[in-house]
């Protein structure tokens, strides 16, 4: 059984293998994308359950750009279906939602949505969600730097904390845990500031493949490691 005194603070999950998925099961890339949606909506439940309090998921790298027309576009019509009807439940869940990014690129629909959606769930206290989205971890730090300069901040004065200060909403703290599905081991670019100390979970199955059942099993391998932080 899990001790609850014991759940992460901050799990960020890296939802990889909707493709694959749905090559595996003969269906176009749409469908893989709309089923691991499915299955977010799960885990962010399940997690939140746990007592996590901060749950982040990268969504939509700055790199996707770079995919088929035809998916990204995809990709463009289930973010604007989450906040355009998904993210009323959530705020009526209790759930504070906050989006990590490059507004760059970004069509501008999809730029008031976010500030709308920030906007009318700044006051959750389910669990804060942090959406990566048009994210990158370097250009994130790039970001922090820039605002450093802009200002105005001597040499002198910057640390490690007056960094931390700077990035993509400062209030989303490290992250404990970061989960990643389909095999792949790697960050690919998620959190890089943030996971300096993180646990890391490679799970082998394909994201539309989770289910709460495995944010148990996540919470139970979790609370069974011995974090060091470099000791």
Same mark, same amino acid.
């Given at each position: 059984?899990? *001790?609850?005194?014991?759940?992460?603070? !901050?799990?960020?999950?890296?939802? /990889?293998?909707?493709?694959?998925?749905?090559?595996? !099961?003969?269906?176009?890339?749409?469908?893989?994308?709309?089923?691991?949606?499915?299955?977010?909506?799960?885990?962010?439940?399940?997690?939140?359950?746990?007592?996590?309090?901060?749950?982040?998921?990268?969504?939509?790298?700055?790199?996707?750009?770079?995919?088929? &027309?035809?998916?990204?576009?995809?990709?463009?019509?289930?973010?604007?279906?989450?906040?355009?009807?998904?993210?009323?439940?959530?705020?009526? =869940?209790?759930?504070?939602?906050?989006?990590?990014?490059?507004? &760059?690129?970004?069509?501008?629909?999809?730029? &008031?949505?976010? =500030?709308?959606?920030?906007?009318? +769930?700044? /006051?959750?206290?389910?669990?804060?969600?942090?959406?990566?989205?048009?994210?990158?971890?370097?250009?994130?730090?790039?970001?922090?730097?820039?605002?450093?300069?802009? !200002?105005?901040?001597?040499?002198? =004065?910057?640390?490690? &904390?007056?960094?931390? !200060?700077?990035?993509?909403?400062? *209030?989303?703290?490290?992250?404990?845990?970061?989960?990643?599905? +389909?095999?792949?081991?790697?960050?690919? *670019?998620?959190?890089?500031?943030? +996971?300096?100390?993180?646990?890391?979970?490679?799970? *082998?199955?394909?994201?539309?493949?989770?289910?709460? =059942? /495995?944010?148990?099993?996540?919470?139970?391998?979790?609370?069974?490691?011995?974090?060091?932080?470099?000791?």
């Amino acid at each position: 059984m899990t *001790d609850l005194r014991k759940v992460p603070q !901050h799990i960020g999950f890296i939802l /990889d293998g909707n493709r694959r998925w749905a090559r595996q !099961h003969g269906l176009p890339t749409y469908e893989g994308h709309l089923a691991g949606y499915n299955a977010l909506k799960e885990v962010i439940a399940a997690t939140a359950d746990a007592g996590v309090q901060y749950i982040s998921f990268y969504t939509f790298s700055t790199q996707n750009w770079n995919r088929a &027309e035809e998916e990204v576009s995809g990709i463009m019509s289930l973010v604007r279906r989450l906040f355009k009807s998904d993210i009323k439940q959530l705020v009526k =869940d209790g759930y504070k939602v906050v989006v990590m990014g490059s507004r &760059e690129r970004l069509p501008a629909d999809i730029a &008031e949505m976010i =500030d709308r959606t920030e906007e009318v +769930s700044r /006051d959750g206290t389910r669990a804060t969600l942090a959406m990566c989205f048009n994210y990158g971890g370097q250009e994130e730090i790039v970001r922090a730097a820039q605002r450093l300069v802009a !200002h105005g901040t001597k040499e002198e =004065d910057i640390t490690l &904390e007056s960094f931390a !200060h700077a990035l993509d909403h400062p *209030d989303i703290p490290a992250c404990d845990l970061i989960v990643r599905t +389909s095999g792949e081991q790697r960050l690919s *670019d998620f959190m890089l500031w943030r +996971s300096a100390y993180s646990e890391f979970l490679f799970l *082998d199955k394909f994201w539309p493949e989770m289910t709460g =059942d /495995d944010v148990a099993a996540i919470l139970e391998e979790y609370v069974n490691r011995q974090r060091r932080f470099g000791g």
